[in-house]
């Protein structure tokens, strides 16, 4: 097959003066696009590398491939990550992830949460703040934390996110909005451990690939952040365990929150799903990733996998895998329905 790459890379992009440190956090380096590049020409296929944003369409349009794996973050709005899959829909052409819809909604945290809290999922409650003015009318119990309404990779989560009193998320919620543009969500803090689980496949044939537990190393598990902080220095702040180290009744319990939630986004090939227990030692819905990072060593995905025995070359080939599975169902489906006709 030819395929080709859609891709955002730091390097694409100069941050505005006065930008919070990771405002570029969520795109890609070149040692990632590379390993992906490298993974799929291992499996005997034409790889070139298409870029994204206009870049991306001049490359669809000059040249398009038989399908595009899609890494690219896009730019500019809650619905960026749409971008590429909506551009490639109206080419024609096939893409490897979810579709516009999902990947547009799963970033909006808020929207994602009411879709999933709708299909009977426990997810923790929130508001969203469009301004530190709409802070007195807020119904939370503290502590809480706030966090960007539309960002991914730990975007804005910092260790002072979580806010235990009016004084300190007045803080919080004024540096959000004003660093990155857009409402704050203040969200219920959840006192109980956190898990990432990856889901690959869709609708009833998704499966969970693996569930890992983020544990703080100085165990204090009731105040723990999963910031960028941390994310940058994982090594020294957490501990990943796959399997967790809990009983398998709770393992069970935390993977119907991520399947369900995954499957009520209507994700298709591969996702991730953030999951964290309350107090009461239930499990809730904190967000879900359709586009999860794929850095080697790195990315949480890559990390889980590799901790199931799936090496960045087996992740990639799994992702592929299940995204031509996909389309080869849908082909026979149309042709079914073309016979009929």
Known sequence: ???GIAF??????VAP????????????????????????????????????????????????????????????????????????EMAGIPCTHSDPATLALALDKALAKRIVAAAGVAVARDRIVRSVDELAALDLPFPCIAKPL???SSMGVRASSRSRDAAELRREVERLVHGYAQPALVEEFLTGPE?????????ERARVLA??????KDDATEQFVYSVEVKRIWDERVEYHVPPRRPAEVIAAVERVALASYRALQCRDVGRVDV???????????????????????????????????????LIGVILDEALARLGRAAAAA???RARN
């Open 1 to 3: 097959m030819d395929i």
């Open 276 to 314: 964290r227990m309350g107090g009461d030692g239930l499990p809730r819905f904190i967000e879900l990733n359709p586009l999860p990072g794929i850095n080697p060593g790195w990315s949480d995905l890559c990390v889980l996998a590799e901790k199931r025995g799936l090496d960045h070359d087996a």
């Open 211 to 216: 569930t890992m537990e983020i544990r703080p």
């Open 195 to 203: 898990f990432t689980v990856g889901v690959v496949g869709e609708g």
């Open 150 to 152: 539309w960002e991914g």
């Open 335 to 337: 042709a079914a329905t």
């Open 17 to 88: 003066a006065g930008a919070p440190d990771d405002f570029l956090e969520e795109y890609d380096s070149e040692r990632t696009v590379a390993a992906v590049e490298a993974a799929l020409a291992k499996r005997g296929h034409r790889v070139r590398r298409m870029g994204g944003g206009k870049r991306f369409l001049a490359a669809l349009l000059a040249e398009p491939p038989d399908l595009v794996f899609n890494l690219a973050e896009g730019q500019g709005s809650r619905s960026r990550e749409a971008h590429v899959p909506a551009a490639c």
């Open 8 to 13: 955002d890379l730091k390097s694409d992009f």
